[in-house]
């Protein structure tokens, strides 16, 4: 039995759900999101202010899709409502990020600077040349874009040069001895 599934998701004032034709809308001040649902498994419904999601039988797959059809659910309203944001750390010196336009501008010890176009649905600001801040009402999305940043410069275990999450610990190897 879903731990997730089995509780309603609660909508916040200022943002409205729609079910229709096996998609699920949120609208809110930060945007508008949509889910498709798979409806041979799992079925929404919405009671005053909470959508419900149950699975339509005791298949395995039905199981498996009512905590993920709700999590995204919940994900996608509290993306429309608050956001969402991951901060990367830049370590190692020279390496620095900036916005110019709609391009983060990387130097991450290359021989070239890393150029990377910002998505129109996200925001990157970097409020120090070491950080970089990126938001938005997707979850996936800012998840997926904070992963290829760092992945152009890793973290690397001996000196922890790199790109990395701000919360992430580097676990640091020892080196050569003499």
Not at 6 to 23: F, I, M, W
Not at 64 to 73: E, F, K, S
Not at 89 to 111: C, E, H, N, W
Not at 132 to 159: C, D, L, T
């Amino acid at each position: 039995m879903s731990r997730v599934g089995k509780y309603p998701v609660e909508v916040p004032a200022g943002v409205t759900v729609t079910l229709a034709n096996d998609t699920v809308t949120v609208k809110g001040k930060l945007g508008e999101l949509s889910l498709p649902i798979l409806t041979d498994f799992v079925e929404a419904s919405m009671e005053g202010q909470q959508v419900w999601i149950k699975p339509k039988s005791e298949h395995k797959r039905a199981r498996m899709l009512w905590g993920t059809t709700r999590a995204n659910i919940a994900n996608m309203v509290k993306g429309v409502s608050e956001g969402f944001s991951k901060r990367l750390d830049i370590v190692g010196v020279g390496y620095r990020a900036a916005v110019q336009g709609d391009t983060l501008k990387l130097s991450l010890g290359f021989s070239h600077d890393v150029d990377y176009p910002i998505p129109s649905d996200l925001k990157i600001v970097t409020p120090q040349p070491t950080q970089i801040e990126i938001s938005g009402a997707n979850k996936q999305r800012v998840g997926q874009i904070a992963s290829e940043i760092r992945g152009y410069r890793p973290p690397e275990p001996y000196k922890g040069k790199g790109v990395k999450y701000s919360d992430e610990t580097i676990l640091r190897k020892e080196g050569k001895k003499k």
